[in-house]
């Protein structure tokens, strides 16, 4: 056999793509494998014309970056996403229109043979033939965006031709006949349809078998025209009211986009936990007051949950409302926040809470590389507020970007009970009144549950001046000893001498244990001497 000649096998170099960059910074999802960027529509309220920057869009994606993807994505049973593109700086496509489609379909089999194809369009090139070809590779779930079952309605919104419309919405049978899911998805237009129209859209999905509806609230940014914001405007009260009546006339499932009554599953608790400890100014100890950003979708709702959860905090928690304005116009989710629209609100809210120690911001408003749809890093939030500034996810995750988290060598660590119980005296008999945070930290929650009644922090600082002159800066306890009561409850039992020799108080101090950290939780206290016997 003769020597391979150079250039007998050909090699490419792979550059990575914006599809491979945008999966990446979606964090690799193993259901995610979009194809395209081309649509042949061009809806009202289309997103690709509602962004402040740049998208990528007017192409599709090489057949040798696909296969590079497919070697990189995890096996299993999900469901594989052929139309999505995750943070969103590709444009909404229709994954129907790559000229190898077919071809492409055949690879991804070759590597998940069982799994189902998802694919979003708006139904226009669903005819006979092509349904009848894509069922070859079933299971296949077809989500069809379909907004009135009127042709002439259906060609204005899409700006396409009748022909296109009536292909469109009689493919819903189509897709049931070849033995494949549907998945409807409407976006209410009251201004153009009326509520009537988009009830017997509605209907029109159910009487097809669709095994769930989407519905997504219209949007509309500074960047769309006058006259098309006031075609596509929705009363949110309307919008609501009609998913409730959907959800009472149908039993299938309903998603509900833009849905404020919703409960956020924020784990506020869970947050406010990590808050109460890594703070370079309290030793370790909590971030005195703490500052939720929210986007005006959850900002009602959060501070809500955060109301809720304060009162056993050991620091203050406040909630501020981010504008979009980036986007403007109805848009108000947090996932299309960036960077700017949070540092305007920050320096807002530092004019109100200038002691403002560290901000919270959602996750979600930044990809996995902690960018903003625009390109713009989080950490630059913190650079400019000079601030601590921690992102935060719904499950109560936080990525402290360029904050360090605070702590004491273990050998000073005063974190036994013992050593909080002598950290609380010390603080409480020893630093000057005017420096109070390091011993509000340690308390549990406000208002304090004490033998004078429940005191608010102001009170708790007022009585311990008192007794701090009656008993003395130098006073310590004579005895001393640490019940056991639970595995988070301790009660620490102590005798105090007072100045006046005759005196004797007696304390007790239920501690409560949070995230590894003892605080205190409760103050009871009684006195002997003078007449006066322990109670």
């Keep these: 056999m003769g020597a391979m000649k150079r250039g007998d096998i050909r090699l490419k170099t792979m550059h990575e793509s914006i599809f491979i960059k ?17 649509c042949n529509c061009h809806c009202l309220f289309c997103s690709n014309h509602l962004n402040p920057f740049p998208i990528h869009q007017n192409r599709f994606r090489d057949i040798e970056d696909i296969k590079h993807q497919l070697t990189l994505m995890e096996q299993g049973d999900q469901h594989l996403l052929l139309s999505d593109s ?5 444009s909404e496509d229709e994954a129907f229109l790559h000229p190898r489609f ?10 998940f043979l069982k799994n189902t194809l998802c694919f979003t369009t708006n139904a226009s090139l669903l005819d006979e033939a092509f349904l009848k070809q894509l069922a070859r590779f079933r299971p296949i779930e077809i989500t069809v965006s379909m907004h009135s079952t009127q042709p002439e309605l259906w060609s204005r919104i899409f700006a396409r031709s009748v022909d296109a419309a009536h292909t469109a919405i009689s493919s819903l049978a189509r897709i049931r006949h070849y033995g494949m899911e549907l998945i409807g998805t409407i976006v209410p237009l009251p201004e153009i349809c009326g509520w009537e129209d988009i009830e017997r859209t509605f209907d029109y999905f159910v009487a097809h078998g669709a095994k769930r509806m989407i519905l997504f609230y219209p949007g509309y940014s500074v960047r769309t025209p006058p006259e098309v914001a006031r075609n596509i405007h929705c009363s949110l009260d309307e919008y609501m009211d009609f998913a409730s009546r959907m959800k009472a006339r149908h039993k299938l499932p309903l998603i509900v986009g833009n849905d404020m009554h919703e409960p956020l599953d924020v784990v506020v608790r869970k947050i406010m936990e990590a808050t109460s400890k890594g703070n370079i100014k309290t030793l370790g100890g909590p971030y005195r007051r703490v500052l939720w950003l929210a986007s005006e979708a959850a900002h009602t709702r959060l501070e809500k949950l955060v109301a809720e959860h304060s009162a056993e905090a050991p620091n203050q928690h406040h909630v501020w409302l981010v504008p979009n304005r980036t986007y403007g116009g ?7 926040l960036m ?6 609100a920050a320096k807002e809210a530092l004019e109100s809470y200038p002691d403002i120690e560290l ?8 990809d996995s590389l902690l960018r903003d749809l625009s390109g713009i890093p989080a950490h630059t939030l913190g ?20 904050s360090s988290l605070f702590t004491l060598p273990s050998k000073g660590e005063a974190n036994t009970p013992k050593q909080r119980i002598e950290r609380f005296n010390q603080f409480r008999y020893a630093l000057p009144e005017a420096d109070s945070e390091p011993l509000l930290s340690m308390i549990a929650g406000w208002p304090l549950e004490t033998s004078n009644g429940m005191l608010s922090q102001k009170e708790f600082l007022e009585m311990t ?5 009656r008993q003395g800066k130098s006073a310590r306890p004579m005895q001393q000893g640490l019940d056991l009561l639970d595995e988070t409850h301790i009660l620490c039992n102590e005798e105090w001498q007072m100045c006046d020799p005759d005196v004797m108080v007696y304390k007790r101090i239920f501690l409560v244990k949070r995230e590894n950290t003892w605080y205190i939780e409760r103050l009871l206290w009684s006195q002997a001497g003078d007449g006066e016997v322990p109670g």
């Excluded at 077919?102 to 590597?111: D, G, Q, S, Y």
């Excluded at 960077?339 to 305007?344: G, I, Q, R, S």
């Excluded at 601030?387 to 360029?402: A, D, E, R």
């Design 22 to 38: 945008e999966w990446l910074a979606a964090n690799r999802p193993k259901n995610q494998l979009s194809i395209s960027a081309v």
């Design 86 to 90: 995750l943070p969103g700086r590709i």
């Design 102 to 111: 077919f071809e492409i379909l055949e690879l991804v089999r070759r590597r």
């Design 330 to 336: 109805n848009i108000s989710v947090a996932g299309l």
């Design 339 to 344: 960077v700017e629209d949070f540092l305007h």
């Design 359 to 366: 901000f919270l911001v959602p996750s979600v408003s930044f």
């Design 383 to 402: 650079d400019n507020l000079n601030k601590p500034v921690w992102v935060m996810s719904n499950t109560g995750g936080y990525q402290p970007l360029l």
């Design 465 to 469: 001046g008192d007794e701090k002159r």
